[in-house]
């Protein structure tokens, strides 16, 4: 197929657009470059520097839309809603009206588990209440409200996939290694891992007073290389009319002790840990059910593990 991924310069993107690339389809990446790395682009793929409101020039003749561009900092996101609202939901807009302009009627949406908020129960499933506790989870289902009125009106053909906890880096097939990057990292993986490297004297954890086993938070890790794999499957279960929305993570939690350890096992680094207060709007477990997506798509991890994560990440890293 030729499909436009936008948002392919940055960490799932790019990774997505390699695997794309590997089973054959001819790829075409649109990245403003404003979080991505244009060297992150796979090299079998066509790169397009613009931001998604500029998708109608690249759109006539594509089959297939993989949807990642977007604002995605929980924190900002309370500080600037404008910007998430205007980026992630307005973004959007202009891109599914691109689309039907060029008559391209299939996309893939990378949607999130904030979109829940505080989970009632856990495992999490699909027809559980979507309460975004922030707006960078409220613009994400926002978007997702908009692709089924668009399936329902239009005949749209898309599938909203809902991550959970992701990390890890992936090994393409001509053997090169795309990894997390970013300018302000936030996230507890390579925070931690920056700590072995030397890059920072310890990591801060949030919260030691949560309702959990050890008092931190709970959350499902799930290897990037997994989590690309059930796009391609999500491509193929695309039909017209109809929205589908799948979680994806393991089905299983883990504490952010227990990452700790993890990473102080596969690094050998003591990685001196700052007990701090717990950080604004962190559920205490987030846990999916990934049950839908193994019955309909097929889909298995084939990294379950948080081990294997961690490794993945180190062995990826610089040094
Ligand atoms: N954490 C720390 N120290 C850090 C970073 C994180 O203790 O330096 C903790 C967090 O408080 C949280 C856990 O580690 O309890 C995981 O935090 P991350 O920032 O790695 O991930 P989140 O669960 O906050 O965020 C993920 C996605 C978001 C998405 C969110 C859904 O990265 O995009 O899940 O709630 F919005």
């Given at each position: 197929m030729k499909l436009l991924v936008t948002g392919g310069a940055g960490y799932i993107g790019s990774v997505v657009a390699a695997q794309l690339v590997e089973a054959g389809h001819q790829v075409t990446v649109l990245d403003d470059l404003s979080t991505g790395h244009?060297?992150?682009?796979?090299?079998g793929a066509r790169f397009v520097e613009g931001s998604?409101?500029?998708?109608a020039d690249v759109l006539?003749?594509?089959?297939?839309v993989l949807h990642f561009a977007a604002k995605s900092l929980v924190g900002e996101s309370v500080e600037k809603p404008g910007r998430y609202w205007a980026h992630n939901l307005g973004g959007t807009l202009a891109l599914l009206d691109a689309m039907r302009s060029a008559e391209v009627g299939r996309i893939v949406f990378s949607s999130t588990?904030?979109?829940?908020?505080?989970?009632?129960?856990?495992?999490?499933?699909?027809t559980d209440p979507t309460r975004p506790a922030n707006p960078y989870g409220a613009s994400k289902l926002a978007v997702d409200t908009a692709l089924s009125t668009f399936a329902g009106l239009y005949g749209l053909a898309a599938v909203s996939l809902r991550y959970f906890n992701v990390g890890g880096a992936y090994t393409g097939e001509d053997g090169r290694v795309y990894r997390e990057r970013h300018t302000v990292e936030t996230h507890l993986i390579p925070n931690v891992l920056a700590v072995a490297l030397g890059g920072r004297d310890s990591v801060s954890v949030f919260?030691?007073?949560?309702?959990t086993s050890d008092g931190t938070c709970v959350r499902d890790y799930i290897h990037v290389a997994d989590l690309a794999r059930a796009h391609l499957l999500a491509l193929d279960a695309c039909s017209a009319g109809e929205h589908k929305i799948y979680n994806l993570g393991n089905g299983t939690g883990f504490s952010v002790q227990e990452v700790l350890s993890v990473c102080r096992e596969v690094t050998g680094h003591e990685i001196p840990a700052v007990m701090c207060e717990r950080r604004a709007g962190d559920p205490a477990v987030l846990v999916a059910s990934a049950e839908k997506i193994q019955r309909e798509l097929g889909w298995k991890p084939e990294h379950p593990s948080v081990r294997d994560i961690v490794a993945d990440a180190w062995a990826a890293l610089p040094r």
């Open positions: 244009a060297d992150a682009v796979p090299a998604v409101t500029e998708a006539p003749g594509m089959d297939g588990a904030a979109t829940y908020g505080e989970p009632e129960r856990s495992p999490i499933l699909e919260g030691t007073d949560y309702p």
